[in-house]
């Protein structure tokens, strides 16, 4: 089969599109025939991109950990899932990537994929929306009535942290560049702040929550936006201050297939939408990689193989 590989620790440019062996479903497995994927900008400087779970080195890497597709192979002993089943779902990091013609994934790790969700929405939305869901509802707590404020509001996760908020019935403030405001103010939130230009801190706050997708300086002045038993929450790094009377939390995202089939039925019914900024061809990955750099936002998204479902972007 056809995949993307990196061969040794390096950047975006030393992803070469070639053939590759055809993946092994073992138990617990499914092979998804990729229609889609997409992947984390920064995935080339994850430790687990280059080791196993037992820590040994596992180059040549197949990156992109989301996956849009048709089931095709069931391993020895799986359920859940059948052969002809379109799924989405998010891919182990130990493991070889979606930026492939195949890929073998737990099948836990797997929801099924509505027929209303083309293969580029479905998949955009594993890593964003489980790590959106979980920031809020799993370490953050939100609930209707309440204020969050949250960091990167146009980016991939954010966009959706600001969806799903409020569609809970919580009040969002966003902030981040001036050029994601258009993408936030559309999503709903009440208030954004250009960082580059204003000290959030003294516009917002103190808060319910604060999830921060951005990180360094603007993590490290965050703790401070938290009211009294709230919650303040980051993904990039663990927060270097506590908040007063609150409490931190760093996370990394879980696979989790109810979130993710919760996340499928709201897409599907047009409660949320990941905002995908662009979709390139599996050929053009290495490109794709560094199109944050030419100013896109959101995600980007890997199209494999168009199927009935897949609607026609650029
Ligand atoms: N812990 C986990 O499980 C987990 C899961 C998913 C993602 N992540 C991490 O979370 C981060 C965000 O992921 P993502 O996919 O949402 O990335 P993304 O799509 O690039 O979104 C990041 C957002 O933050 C904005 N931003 C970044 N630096 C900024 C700065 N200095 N000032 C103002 N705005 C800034 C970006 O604006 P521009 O686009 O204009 O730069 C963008 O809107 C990444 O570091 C990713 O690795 C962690």
Known sequence: MQAVRIHRQGGPEDLVLEQAPYPTATVGDVIVKVHAASFTPDELQWPVTWIDRGGRDRTPAVPGHEVAGVVTEVGYGTTGLKVGDRVVGLTDRHRDGAAAEYVAVEARDLAVLPDEIDDVTGAALPMSGL???????????????????????????????????????????????????????????????????AAFEKLVGPVDLVFDTIGGDVLARSATSVKPGGTLVSISAPPPEQPTRGQAVYFIVEANRDQLAELASRTAAGRISPHVGAVFPLAETAEAFQAKRRGITGKVVLLVEPSAQTASRS
């Not at 959706?160 to 908020?165: T, W």
């Not at 902030?175 to 994601?180: C, K, Q, V």
Request: no cysteine.
């Open 131 to 197: 790590t959106a869901w979980q920031a809020l509802f799993t370490h953050g707590g939100l609930t209707a009535g309440q204020t969050v404020l949250v960091h990167g509001a146009s980016g991939g996760v954010g966009a959706l942290a600001v969806q799903l908020a409020r569609d809970v019935g919580a009040r969002v403030v966003g902030t981040g560049r001036e050029r994601g405001r258009a993408v936030a103010e559309e999503l709903g939130v009440e208030l954004y702040v250009d960082l580059d230009r």
